[in-house]
């Protein structure tokens, strides 16, 4: 376990090095730890490099990805949402439950009802936060109990088996295109247009102005409590749609579903660069934060370490992510300072 | 043109007046800007200028009053509305967002778009180069905002009011923190948006800047207009008794000092980029005022003084013996007292009572085993209510009821009732009407007659020459001059806070 402890570490220690450079990359240097934990890992453990055990890294993986978009799009304008651990879970059931009883509904109308029952929680956490201006870690956290207890009443104690579930919505979960599951292509298609909305268009930009100066933003005319609205509901509906695919990967939901995922998705949003006081980070990084966080995961389980460690290395990667932002805009600052004082000086 | 302004003025605001609460920020807020014309807007603090600026922005609606926009009346939605109607506001303090581009920055809510409503960066940087290379700076348009200096940033904002291509500019104190070779600059740029027909709004404390740049001034005092002159045929000392609206002696009783023994001493003071080399002391039975422009490190010597900031050198004594580094509790033990700037965020709880308030800075004094006994409590706060000639309701009123200048009577009383043997205040009366001026810098001088040591920051000049035995002149972290109160007048102080080559080091 410490031979595998450690290159996570050592592969963050190399980019402390090289800090200012790589100061506006932090995707790459996810890149760089990402292969380091995998290559040690697979020198281990060769089935690590498995097409099985790849295809299943990444169907986790997208998940948390999807969410993790979501997830930037709030904390991005100083904001957060608890609540997509709940919403995974209430749209995976509610999606079973419907398949059960209608067995020839149509798959789609799967997604649709979960993409609906995201959006609609999302939009209360919205109106809540941007409207009547309650702080969004409140909203979301009692938004993030009220579902759980909703979802309990819902589920009474009966359990989602895959027998229910139509085989073409199932196929979804585990059915892969050159190799590729189509959880990680669907993961990688959001993730590719979100991060090239947020980069070209104005919504895009005003959700980043949000973040870096609220007054400054209102100022500038921006719309800040439609576009706040609009980040929760998305967050919300990609949550939904989570949870349908949730259901289409594990073909079984109980009450449990999706427990912990709010915060094993914010973990990986600020391992992936996305400042949690807002105005920085991509989806991208974001993305890669998930991929690493469930990489690292997967490790420890190939390599038979007790999956206690699991948490407490997503911990000190959280932190250590948090402490090098940390300690690298002090660093500026300072830095500022006395380059400010030298210019006096002139 | 300056001489014979066009007959429709851009915009024109006629009595307009906003109040917060029982505050009246304006009164009568009347003004009119043409094209082509540079138009001072003069005033002491709390005069009422932000807040006309404000709804110039859109940012206030006016509860009464008219604005008109060519001649049009209109009523600002908000700072869209007021930037489609052509007036771009340069603020004060720099608006910018840290983690974006100086481009993004520029055109935040109105980038250029090409095919699909998408952002054309290359169009935007294309053009912010453009507009940079007009204002004449070196500068990337795709740099952070983060980091540049607030020269720079002000350039930034320069550039959004180009960019939006306005036709009417408010500048609010653009030259506050600017060097004078940032300040030349400036002025050409607004002498060739003059040339373009745009009718700009320069608001400024420096009136030799409004006197060199303006053709037209107009004086507010307390939230009202006073007049509007054409600056050829108005002259400074005009304008200061305008601004201040009466004499000079009824609002700074001074009784000359006969100092005593040091009781601050203060030896090469330094905190890494933001102080150099601070030295001077205060001794018993004087005032002696630190001046400088925003931004010059006056309240940051003040919190290295008191411990608030960590000083990276130099040493700090009161009465002989040296205070710790970065220990309030120290500079308070030691009888030191600090009435900082910001009265409602920093020297007041606003929803305690006036007695609770008083007592803050004295509650071990006041307890026994450890219970605070509200008898006392309330004793004290009398005497000092009435020492200090507070108008008030019951000692139990909420001190956010009480208007700025009792508020800040209450604020000094927290503090002498300590019996402090050094004061440190910062801005005693911004922002507080200039009868109960009068009255504070009254308490004042008594206090100092009876031998207190005041170390007193302002940005009002009048304050400083009025009531400082000595004064220290600070510029970008340093002391550039030390004057007597006898050699000290309006142009050596304001020489050695900008950097003026005459005569700048004492």
């Not at chain 1, 690493?292 to 932190?319: D, H, K, M, P």
């Not at chain 2, 630190?290 to 411990?307: D, H, I, P, Q």
Request: hydrophobic share 50%; aromatic share 6%; glycine share 10%.
């Amino acid at each position: 376990m410490t031979v595998l402890a450690s290159p996570g570490p050592a592969g963050t220690g190399s980019r402390f090095a090289r800090a200012g450079a790589l100061l506006r990359a932090r995707e790459v240097g996810i890149g760089v730890v990402l292969l380091v934990v995998f290559g040690v890992t697979t020198a281990h453990n060769h089935n690590f490099a498995d097409a099985n055990s790849v295809q299943q890294l990444l169907s986790g993986a997208a998940l948390i990805a999807m969410l993790g978009v979501g997830e930037t799009l709030v904390i991005v304008t100083r904001n957060v949402d608890l609540s997509v651990g709940s919403v995974v879970g209430l749209s995976a059931y509610v999606i079973g439950d419907l398949f059960s009883h209608h067995p020839g509904m149509p798959v789609i109308l799967g997604f649709a009802v979960g993409i609906g029952i995201g959006a609609v929680i999302g939009a209360i956490n919205g109106f809540i936060t941007a409207a009547l201006r309650v702080p969004s870690l409140v909203v979301t956290l009692a938004m993030l109990y009220i579902v759980r207890g909703v979802d309990g009443r819902v589920v009474n104690g009966v359990i989602i088996v895959p027998s229910n579930i139509p085989s073409a919505f199932v196929a979804i979960g585990f059915r892969t295109f050159l190799g590729i599951p189509w959880l990680a292509i669907i993961a990688f298609l959001i993730v590719v247009v979100v991060a090239y909305a947020m980069r070209s268009f104005r919504s895009g930009r005003d959700l980043y102005a949000i973040g870096s100066n609220p007054e400054a933003a209102a100022l500038a005319g921006v719309l800040s409590a439609r576009r706040v609205f609009t980040a929760f509901v998305f967050s919300g509906a990609l949550a939904g749609l989570a949870g349908a695919l949730f259901l289409a990967l594990h073909a079984e939901v109980d009450v449990t579903a999706g427990t912990g995922y709010e915060l094993l998705v914010v973990a990986a949003v600020v391992v992936g660069g996305v400042a949690i006081f807002g105005g920085s980070g991509t989806v991208v990084g974001a993305a890669l934060g998930a991929l690493l966080l469930n990489t690292i995961n997967q490790a420890l389980v190939a390599s038979r370490v007790s999956s206690f460690w699991n948490e407490a290395i997503a911990g000190a990667l959280l932190l250590g992510a948090i402490a090098f932002d940390r300690w690298l805009s002090l660093r500026v600052a300072r830095g500022l300072r006395s380059a400010e004082g030298a210019h006096r000086d002139l | 043109m300056s001489e014979q302004p066009a007959p429709v003025p851009r915009v024109t605001l006629d009595q307009a007046a906003k109040s917060f609460g029982a505050v009246r920020a304006l009164i009568d807020g009347t003004i009119a800007l043409y094209p082509g014309e540079a138009h001072a807007l003069v005033g002491e603090n709390g005069a009422g200028k932000s807040t006309l600026v404000k709804i110039l922005a859109g940012v206030y609606q006016p509860d009464s009053g008219v604005l008109t926009v060519n001649g049009e009346p209109v009523t600002l939605s908000g700072p869209t509305a007021a930037r489609g109607a052509g007036i771009s506001i340069i603020y004060q303090e720099p608006t910018l967002f840290p983690d974006l581009t100086v481009a993004e920055n520029i055109f935040m809510g109105r980038q250029p778009l090409r095919a699909g409503r998408r952002i054309d960066r290359a169009a935007m940087n294309r053009s912010v180069a453009g507009i940079l290379a007009r204002l004449g700076v070196v500068l990337d348009p795709q740099r952070q905002a983060r980091g540049l200096s607030v020269a720079d940033q002000q350039i930034v904002e320069i550039a959004k009011a180009l960019s939006a291509s306005a036709k009417v500019l408010v500048m609010d104190e653009p030259t506050a923190a600017l060097t004078a070779v940032e300040v030349a600059r400036l002025f050409e740029v607004i002498s060739a948006l003059r040339a373009e027909g745009v009718a700009v709004l320069f608001i400024s404390h420096r009136l030799e800047e409004v006197f060199a740049i303006c053709q037209r001034i107009t004086i507010m005092r307390d939230g009202r207009f006073v007049r509007t002159a054409a600056a050829a045929a108005i002259t400074v000392d005009e304008v200061i008794r305008a601004m201040v609206g009466r004499d000079l002696d009824v609002l700074f009783p001074k009784t000359p000092a006969e100092p005593g023994e040091v009781v601050l001493r203060v030896d090469h003071l330094s905190r890494e980029g933001v102080l150099h080399d601070i030295s001077f002391s205060v001794r018993r039975g004087e005032i002696v005022a630190l001046a400088g422009l925003v931004g010059a490190g006056r309240s940051e010597v003040a919190r290295a003084v008191f411990g608030i900031d960590r000083r990276s050198s130099g040493e700090v004594s009161v009465r002989g013996t040296p205070l710790p580094n970065g220990s309030p509790l120290a500079a308070m033990a030691a009888g030191v007292a600090l009435v900082p700037e910001d009265r409602r965020q920093q020297g007041l709880v606003m929803d305690l009572g006036i007695d609770r308030n008083t007592a803050l800075a004295s509650l071990g004094r006041l307890s026994r085993f450890g219970l605070i006994r509200s008898a006392r409590e309330r004793d004290l706060a009398a005497s000092w209510a009435s020492r200090l000639q507070l108008k008030f309701g019951r000692l139990r009123d909420a001190v956010s009821t009480l208007s700025g200048g009792n508020q800040q009577k209450v604020v000094l009383g927290k503090w002498l009732a300590r019996e402090p043997c050094l004061l440190i205040i910062d801005e005693p009366t911004r922002g507080i009407d200039v009868g109960t001026k009068a009255e504070v810098h009254r308490i004042l001088d008594g206090l100092v007659t009876d031998g207190l040591a005041v170390l007193m920051i302002s940005s009002e000049l009048p304050e400083v020459l009025g009531m400082a035995d000595r004064i220290l002149v600070m510029r970008e972290g340093r002391i550039t001059a030390e004057l007597a109160r006898a050699e000290a007048d309006e142009d050596t102080v304001m020489r050695a806070a900008t950097g003026q080559p005459r005569e700048a080091a004492a």
